[in-house]
């Protein structure tokens, strides 16, 4: 019986999921004209979705270059999303982080390496054990040169899996900035075991990975 049930909220819940990623407004944000955050004192920003963002903000807060990683949420339809408001999967919004960074110490094309080189590129509407569409994996562009980066490797990922990648790709519209509790959660605290089981494995990858991004 036990079983049955979880089956059945399995479905019930992929199904709010699609029906909030093919919401009406949803698609008018796909398909929106994307917004060009301009450089601040020469430093330039990008936006991440790679399910916990806990996760997401220490990798690319130990890349060379990066200045802050701030969490939050995008791609969503719905203003003012919180943490409780985009679990119910209806927002649209995922959980992504804003990488503020030097242009000229890292490149935008190399902090995608680092997006497509740190999740698993063939999970759809989660990473690990966090599902949902609010742990889905979207990659945000402001221009069009972005947006050629990222098809492009994309693309050239999925031939070299021979799968399907499931990182969205949309136009930046807003970043919402997360809860005050989320910010730099992995440093703050190291004893949670989610951190210790979840998020410092993954960071650890990144290191082993990406030897030449970190930060000394």
């Not at 020469?42 to 806990?54: D, E, H, M, P, V």
């Not at 270059?65 to 119910?88: A, L, Q």
């Not at 609010?134 to 990222?150: A, G, L, P, T, W």
Request: charged share 25%; hydrophobic share 35%.
């Amino acid at each position: 019986m036990t079983r049955i049930l979880l089956s059945l909220s399995l479905v019930f819940l992929f199904n709010c999921q699609n029906q909030a990623q093919n919401h009406t407004k949803q698609q008018e944000i796909i398909n929106a004209k994307p917004v060009e955050v301009p450089l601040e004192n020469g430093k330039a920003r990008a936006y991440f979705a790679s399910g916990c963002f806990w996760c997401v903000e220490a990798i690319y807060e130990h890349v060379k270059g990066v200045k802050d990683v701030i969490s939050g949420y995008s791609g969503g339809h719905t203003k003012n999303p919180s943490y409780e408001s985009s679990n119910t999967g209806k927002t649209g919004h995922a959980e992504a982080v804003e990488v503020i960074y030097d242009p000229k110490v890292v490149s935008f094309s190399t902090l995608v390496d680092v997006y497509f080189g740190t999740q698993n590129p063939t999970q759809v509407n989660g990473q690990g054990n966090d599902i949902g569409s609010q742990y889905r994996s979207i990659i945000f562009y402001q221009n069009d040169e972005q947006k050629q980066i990222i098809l492009k490797k994309k693309d050239a990922l999925a031939k070299k899996l021979d799968k399907k990648v499931a990182a969205e790709v949309y136009p930046f519209q807003k970043f919402w900035v997360a809860e005050d509790y989320h910010q730099n959660y992995e440093r703050l605290h190291p004893n949670d075991p989610y951190i210790k089981n979840v998020s410092v494995p993954r960071l650890n990858r990144f290191k082993a990975k990406f030897p030449e991004l970190v930060k000394d």
